[in-house]
């Protein structure tokens, strides 16, 4: 089982909904998980990073933990085509520099 | 402020042949990693250098090295390339080797095409 399960898509959704991205994860031990926005042709972008379980709010962007199902999700609020990329999820270990990624998830926001 | 800078864009090899991909951090940060990511794949983590020495190695082949010079840059090289070398080389920059990973900053990548 890999560490960091993520749905590759696509997901297709009209301009102005609601997105929900979701990754799973198998590491018990303690830890953080980031969400990264990509472009096409580009590096990974940090959107958002949290430590603990509950949600963390970022313009319209929320990351949400669930540390007891292991489960984590990044909400993007009124979209744009310009939040056409892929999303990567990771996970890394309180002091530890190596992210491990997800395959990532592409979205399109059709206008 | 230039971010992390890569070269080249992009490059064709051929089975057998050796490359060099180089990369330049954002000033002031004196950590550089690199990551393959194999396309529909996330980033997997190959190098972290600090300094000039390699703090962290991920699950690659002795075909892959790297070496960071005394202004922070640095270079990956693969000797002997497979086909299942052609990927997307991110390097990914940090002040320190004691920073978080949510700390990085990627580079837009290198694209490495084998035949």
């Known amino acids: 089982q890999k560490e960091v399960e993520q749905d590759p898509g696509p997901l297709s959704v009209p301009e102005g909904a609601i997105v929900s991205l979701n990754c799973t994860y198998s590491n018990s031990a303690f830890q953080y998980f980031m969400w990264y926005r990509q472009y096409s042709r580009k590096g990974p972008e940090l959107l958002m990073y949290?430590?603990?379980?509950g949600n963390k709010e970022d313009g319209r962007f929320t990351a949400q933990v669930d540390k007891s199902s292991k489960y984590i999700s990044l909400f993007i609020r009124d979209s744009q085509p310009s939040d056409s990329a892929t999303y990567l999820c990771?996970?890394?270990?309180?002091?530890?520099?190596?992210?491990?990624f997800g395959r990532g998830t592409s979205l399109i926001v059709h206008p | 402020d230039a971010g992390v800078t890569q070269s080249p864009t992009h490059l064709i090899k051929t089975r057998g042949q050796q490359v060099t991909l180089r990369c330049s951090p954002i000033s002031g940060h004196k950590s550089v990693s690199w990551y393959q990511q194999v396309l529909g794949q996330g980033p997997q983590f190959i190098f972290q250098y600090y300094e000039k020495e390699e703090r962290g190695r991920g699950n690659f082949p002795d075909r892959f090295s790297a070496r960071q010079f005394p202004n922070y840059s640095s270079e990956l090289n693969v000797n002997a390339l497979l086909l299942g070398d052609s990927a997307l080389y991110l390097c990914?920059?940090?002040?320190?080797?004691?920073?978080?990973?949510?700390?990085?900053?990627f580079g837009p990548g290198t694209r490495l095409t084998v035949t």
């Open positions: 949290t430590y603990s379980s």
């Open positions: 990771a996970r890394a270990s309180g002091g530890s520099y190596i992210p491990t």
């Open positions: 990914a920059s940090s002040f320190s080797d004691r920073q978080g990973a949510h700390e990085q900053y």
